[in-house]
């Protein structure tokens, strides 16, 4: 393809910034002025907003576009811009106005998020701007108006940014549904997604334009890369004496004297911690080292108020910020060009979260990522050597694509229904257009149809569920106001634990906590939160009011969802790097070397090739410790597993513990674990069977409907600041649940909560993966006379769970004492 010479005013706008177009870029707009469609892959800092949005302008400067102080806008929607996070929504927005007013280009670019207000909204509709930012699920209320398909009846291009945050969530699947609407609305438009690196570019490509595909069964996706090789330097913090027998948690907050020099010498530092919780006490902690941080220090994470949120990312680009304690709300793009440094407390357990990360700091073209990591006990060390090594090779996760989730399936049909309604057959087409629903039977289709308009034959009995009907012309429409009310506050599929409002008494809102944090609390507790303290006062409403407290100490909030599992990439890694520690020279396994001496004098380090098993006695019991270093979700179904198949064997009862690199089986008797070893313990035979026989199922997939249930628009959560409890919706998804299975066993979102349980929560292809390589290994059998350095941690978050922070530190110190003393006098 010849390069597209740059439009007149592109180009001088080009010089006045002293810039040259990119090699991608100027693929981009080849590709685009040619009428494909594709994926371009480039890193964050790259210049690749502009890269998709130079064509769009260029396009329209071509066909003759007026451009100038006096020009006029064509007053109708031309492009349609998603992004995942709104947060990035407005940074994107002012960045791409900016260049039409420098280039006297005539468009409007405007923002349409949860935050925009009703007034502007229906601006937007009566004038239309020429190009909209906004998230999937503005863009799926935007479905629900009535005549929604005229304001996009001049759109020319489609671009999702940000795609591989996307791919293989419902999230995703719910962008797969849009732009299959958009383009039956729109068949000419191009469609352009932009992807960071992950495992499976291709597919991604495929995912997004399967519609194409449909259109045209020759239809190849365009990729583009843009071949920038991000210079990310990774740079480990160590602590000057690792202790031989690690615990997670125990080293970080240790290595603040270490954390300190390296914010005073940074312009700007990001410290991402993996929890919202960490992100307090990372906050209080700097504060009380660093009492001159004050004013120059802030928090972010998605627990605090928007406007606290919105202030941290303003001033961060103003450079009022010396250092920002961060949780993954600020992993996406927004452009924050004073940041040089970022730190990040902890493994990330995955290798694209680590390098997104990194990006974050020298964010322009040419600059170099350098990024800090900061173990939170030695072990993680080797993580750090893994993670260098991913980022050098550029080892990178794939995100497989979803298939068939009905619950965002039912979800957009009444969606369409509430706005103009639509023919069965025609949303059928459309629908199966898409690569989530591309299998779609036609069974399962009615029954999709029968669940909307009927509640389906396990709910048929109640009006409620009953919200589509179709009228004399064969339109399926949500007739009644209420239920369209209901369903535009439900739109999307993000489902968060229910939250508790935080105020103080004269108002002012703070951010939200879990209610099961808040439902502890008595009159007068004080507890950290936003790094303010606060003293509890009273539960009105569902709103927790709260008086500013002086007191140094309190609890701090915890938050679900705050472990991450160890990806199978990063795995594979670990493995690789204990295969010749003994060797090697890179800084983080030399210091780590005391440790794994000391696992290898009283058991083993296995090699890539070698299963290690540790059998010991002590106080407690009998302990059976396996280290497959497949992540925290694969050992914890595959505990449950080889648990139930020694209890087969022999009447016998076990406690579970697990971390990322193993697990361990406790038990009051002793059993025969090398007969058990001879009758191949770790086969895949039966796993189905032993998987459903070890762990409860049933209950996960209760748990699981309640998300299902509210994207599936069963389960209502309660109006904007006013939610339900978190018992009462537990309660009403076991219910349905109960009720479903009953009367309706073969109800596709019942399917869908144990399918979910298998492959998602269960990850049934990686435990089975893992067991296969199991089967290849040498296993080896050890009978350490104390628990072990690689035991230690397992044997730790047993006890977490036991007893309280004050105890177990007291607890552990003396278990580590008395390991040490036999470790020395070894």
Known sequence: ???????????????????????????????????????????????????????????????????????????????????????????????????????????????????????????????????????????????????????????????????????????????????????????????????????????????????????????????????????IEVISILPDTVEKFPWAGHLGINLLHKVLPIIKQSKTTLLFTNTRSQTEIWYQKLLEAAPELAGLIAMHHGSLDNEIRTWVEEALHAEKLKVVVCTSSLDLGVDFRPVDTVIQVGSPKGVGRFMQRAGRSGHRPGDVSRIYFLPTHSLELIEGCALRHAVRHEVIEERPPLQKCYDVLVQYMVTLAVADGFRPDELFDEISATHAFHQLTKQEWEWALSFITTGGAGLAQYDEFKKVEPDEQGIYKVRSRRIAMLHRLGIGTIVSDPVIRVQYVGGGFIGTVEESFISRLKEGDTFWFAGRSLAFVRLKDMVAQVRKSNKKTGQMPRWGGGRVPLSSSLSVLLRDKMQGWEQSREIEMQTIRPVLELQQRWSLVPRSNELLIEYLQTQEGYHLFVYPFEGRWVHEVLAAVIAYRLMVRQPITFSIAMNDYGFELLSDQSFDIEESLAEDLFTTENLHDDIRAGTNQTEMARRKFRDIGVIGGLIFQGYPGKNITFKHLQASSKLLFDVLEEYEPDNLLVQQAYNEVVNIQLDFKRLEAALQRIKRQKIVLKYPKNPTPFAFPILVDRLREQVSSETLEERIGRMTLRLEDIAAGF
């Not at 693929?27 to 210049?47: E, H, I, K, R």
């Not at 769009?56 to 071509?62: D, F, I, K, V």
């Not at 729109?186 to 997004?208: F, H, M």
Request: net charge positive; with cysteine.
């Open 1 to 231: 393809m010849n390069a597209t010479a740059l439009h007149p005013h592109i180009a001088q706008w080009f010089d006045s910034k002293g810039w040259q177009i990119q090699p991608f870029q100027q693929a981009c707009m080849d590709a685009f002025l040619a009428g494909q469609s594709g994926l371009l892959n480039a890193p964050t800092g790259s210049g690749k907003t502009y890269a998709l949005w130079l064509p769009c302008l260029a396009e329209y400067l071509h066909q003759g576009g007026s451009a100038g102080a006096d020009a006029k806008p064509p007053g109708r929607l031309q492009v349609l811009w998603i992004t995942p996070l709104r947060a990035l929504s407005k940074d994107l927005q002012l960045a791409m106005q900016r260049a039409c007013d420098e280039m006297q280009i005539p468009w409007r670019v405007a923002l349409r998020t949860g935050d925009t207000s009703a007034a502007e909204r229906q601006k937007q509709r009566k004038n239309a701007p020429e190009c909209m930012v906004t998230t999937p699920e503005s863009l799926h209320l935007f479905f629900a108006t009535k005549d929604h398909a005229a304001f996009f009846s001049d759109l020319k291009a489609i671009v999702i940014d940000e795609w591989h945050e996307l791919m293989g969530t419902k999230r995703g699947v719910q962008m797969e549904l849009a732009v299959a609407h958009l383009l039956r609305l729109q068949p000419k438009a191009r469609l352009w997604g932009i992807s960071a690196t992950i495992g499976n570019l291709q597919e991604a490509a495929e995912t997004l334009t399967f519609p194409l595909k449909k259109q045209k069964p020759d239809f190849e996706p365009c990729i583009i890369r843009a071949n920038i090789r991000k210079e």
